[in-house]
């Protein structure tokens, strides 16, 4: 009888043992990989080297939780896309007419991987910093919630808060961004 509770008594310890290791692991791993970003398309897409092809192959992303003004909404969608070419080039800054040497990021997935269109869905982090965030929160984009990938839109929504308050960038009260980059694409098909 004796053997048999030292036993269960060994048991149990070693399953509280199993049970404390399992319930310290952490169970939110960000999901994604890091590319070789190729080019901005604008604030909220790229084109990026697809490691998991065989042969080269170029992919575009679609940033998650921003919407960023059209190139046609001048001056605010080439500078929302130039302003991301800044970020990601390995200088920090871009000459008129050269073309950035961009640099690795990564790219973290949320509920759905890509959209109608056949993109890449994604938050990107370059050193990190939550790029999808940075952008809103200097004013070059909106936040632009959509279920349901919604992984960082509080974090979103309150750069977008912060944007607005301070009068960054779209946000500027002497020239203020007049319709979203939606209703833009409205009216200017």
Known sequence: MRILLASLRGLGILCCCCLLLVGCSSTKVNQGVT???????????????????????????????????????????????????QILSKTGSNSE??????????????????????????????????????LVREGYVLAAPRAPNN?????????????RIMGYGIWNQDKPMRSTPAEFRLQNP
């Open 151 to 163: 992984k960082y839109d509080e974090r979103i929504a309150r750069a977008q808060e912060y944007a």
């Open 35 to 85: 590319i070789q970003v190729q080019r901005v398309v604008s604030g909220q897409t790229l084109e990026v080297l697809n490691p998991e092809s065989r042969s080269p192959l170029i992919e575009r992303v679609r940033l998650i939780g921003v919407d960023a003004p059209d190139l046609k909404q001048r001056p605010w969608g080439p500078t929302a896309k130039k302003r991301l070419e």
């Open 97 to 134: 007419g050269e073309q950035p040497l961009l640099q690795q990021v990564f790219l973290e997935s949320d509920a759905q991987k890509k959209d109608s269109f056949g993109r890449w869905l994604a938050y990107l982090w370059n050193d990190g910093v939550l790029l999808n965030e940075q």
